[in-house]
């Protein structure tokens, strides 16, 4: 840890026993940068907020919306749900008068009878301004929840089932849907995914990490998803080998070995209006097991040349620092998730000119 960092640390330790559901920086509010904040980066803040001030709630969208604002974070991705008219002009209102962006989450439709409850949440995306919707389509992690290409295909077919149900809705309201690369397809499957979809208001959610763990490049994933983009999880990645295979751990921006000046460049130049929001989640490193056999249940036909690429790639960044958060306590968990968000945030507006 450099001099910066354990200063960033300290600072962020000193909200922790206020627990503001906001961070009070007085005359020393950070700049604003136009990447905005995901729910699941603050989750830390969220448990120890619950737990000292019960009648608070972070992931409240008005809430988390303030909270955002606080950090000087350009808007926020969160769940909206199903808001009353009033609450929904409220969150507009606010997003307007502060140059915010919203961005919901949301769930597609499980079946038929499921459709009424994702139109009420894409209406109430649409009553507060919202510019996309982000989801996923299939469950889990592809190496982790299914034991064959099978089992994988069949609650694919599933999640294409569910994104057609969802079509004639998000056409309706006119409320572009961002699919995330949620370590489920590789690029040539999601790119002809939204091929047959064909709706100008379906497309990506392009994580910028996610699909290492499917031994894809970060920029070639970029490239292939940035003709389709609705939205942006924007997240850096550091590496190292393990017994089984490798450590993927989210890490402040510009401490990972992702080149986010390239990857920005490329989404920007296909979709420049797009919004960057950042997706750090403050956890132990995941582990990417590419060299056990259940791994490869769902590859029967990747060639050994794509691993040897994330392998070569994985040895040649390789960090040293990777850090256990489970290993820390309660104050050191909030402390050290603050600090990755105010890196981040400070990484986003200084050297990405986000």
Same mark, same amino acid.
């Given at each position: 840890?450099?001099?910066?960092?354990?200063?960033?640390?300290i600072?962020?330790?000193?909200?922790?026993?206020?627990?503001?559901?906001?961070?009070?920086?007085?005359?020393?509010?950070?700049?604003?940068?136009?990447?905005?904040?995901?729910i699941?980066?603050?989750?830390?803040?969220?448990?120890?907020?619950?737990?000292?001030?019960p009648?608070?709630?972070?992931?409240?969208?008005?809430?988390?919306?303030?909270?955002?604002?606080?950090l000087?974070?350009?808007?926020?991705?969160n769940?909206?749900?199903?808001?009353?008219?009033?609450?929904?002009?409220?969150?507009?209102?606010?997003?307007?008068?502060?140059?915010?962006?919203?961005?919901?989450?949301?769930?597609?439709?499980?079946?038929?009878?499921d459709?009424?409850?994702?139109?009420?949440?894409?209406?109430?995306?649409?009553?507060?301004?919202?510019?996309?919707?982000?989801?996923?389509?299939?469950?889990?992690?592809?190496?982790?929840?299914?034991?064959?290409?099978?089992?994988?295909?069949?609650?694919?077919?599933?999640?294409?089932?569910?994104?057609?149900?969802?079509?004639?809705?998000?056409?309706r309201? @006119?409320? /572009? =849907?961002? #699919?995330?690369?949620?370590? +489920?397809?590789?690029? &040539?499957?999601?790119?002809? %995914?939204?091929?047959?979809?064909?709706?100008?208001?379906?497309?990506?959610?392009?994580?910028?990490?996610?699909?290492?763990?499917?031994?894809?490049?970060?920029?070639?994933?970029?490239?292939?998803?940035?003709?389709?983009?609705?939205?942006?999880?924007?997240?850096?990645?550091?590496?190292?080998?393990?017994?089984?295979?490798?450590?993927?751990?989210?890490?402040?921006?510009g401490?990972g070995?992702?080149?986010?000046?390239?990857?920005v460049a490329?989404?920007?130049?296909?979709?420049?209006?797009?919004?960057?929001?950042?997706?750090?989640?403050? @956890?132990? /490193? =995941?582990? #990417?097991p590419?060299?056990? +056999?259940?791994?490869? &249940?769902?590859?029967?036909? %990747?060639?050994?040349?794509?691993?040897?690429?994330?392998?070569?790639?994985?040895?040649?960044?390789?960090?040293?620092?990777?850090?256990t958060?489970?290993?820390?306590?309660?104050?050191?968990?909030?402390?050290?998730?603050?600090?990755?968000?105010?890196?981040?945030?400070?990484?986003?507006?200084?050297?990405?000119?986000?």
């Amino acid at each position: 840890m450099n001099r910066r960092e354990a200063l960033q640390l300290i600072a962020a330790s000193t909200s922790v026993s206020m627990l503001p559901a906001t961070l009070a920086f007085g005359d020393d509010r950070p700049a604003k940068t136009g990447m905005g904040l995901v729910i699941y980066c603050c989750q830390f803040r969220s448990q120890m907020l619950a737990k000292a001030t019960p009648a608070v709630d972070l992931s409240e969208p008005l809430t988390f919306l303030d909270h955002c604002k606080s950090l000087g974070a350009g808007g926020m991705q969160n769940r909206l749900g199903v808001l009353e008219a009033s609450e929904a002009i409220a969150i507009r209102k606010r997003a307007e008068q502060h140059s915010l962006y919203i961005e919901a989450i949301a769930a597609v439709p499980k079946d038929e009878a499921d459709v009424e409850r994702f139109e009420a949440e894409i209406k109430t995306a649409a009553a507060v301004g919202a510019k996309a919707v982000r989801t996923t389509i299939i469950p889990g992690r592809r190496y982790e929840t299914f034991d064959s290409l099978a089992m994988f295909r069949e609650f694919e077919a599933r999640g294409r089932g569910s994104l057609e149900l969802a079509v004639p809705v998000v056409e309706r309201h @006119r409320m /572009p =849907l961002a #699919v995330e690369n949620h370590k +489920d397809h590789r690029i &040539a499957e999601r790119v002809k %995914l939204f091929e047959d979809i064909s709706s100008e208001f379906v497309g990506a959610c392009v994580d910028t990490g996610n699909s290492i763990a499917l031994l894809e490049d970060p920029v070639e994933t970029v490239t292939a998803l940035a003709p389709w983009a609705r939205s942006v999880h924007l997240k850096d990645q550091a590496v190292q080998p393990y017994a089984d295979g490798f450590l993927l751990a989210d890490i402040p921006l510009g401490q990972g070995f992702i080149d986010l000046k390239e990857v920005v460049a490329i989404i920007k130049s296909k979709r420049p209006q797009v919004r960057f929001s950042l997706e750090l989640i403050t @956890r132990d /490193p =995941l582990k #990417v097991p590419v060299l056990e +056999d259940k791994y490869w &249940a769902t590859f029967p036909e %990747l060639p050994a040349s794509e691993l040897a690429r994330m392998l070569k790639k994985v040895r040649e960044n390789a960090a040293d620092n990777l850090t256990t958060i489970s290993r820390m306590s309660p104050e050191q968990q909030l402390a050290h998730e603050d600090a990755n968000v105010r890196t981040s945030l400070d990484y986003a507006r200084d050297v990405l000119q986000l």
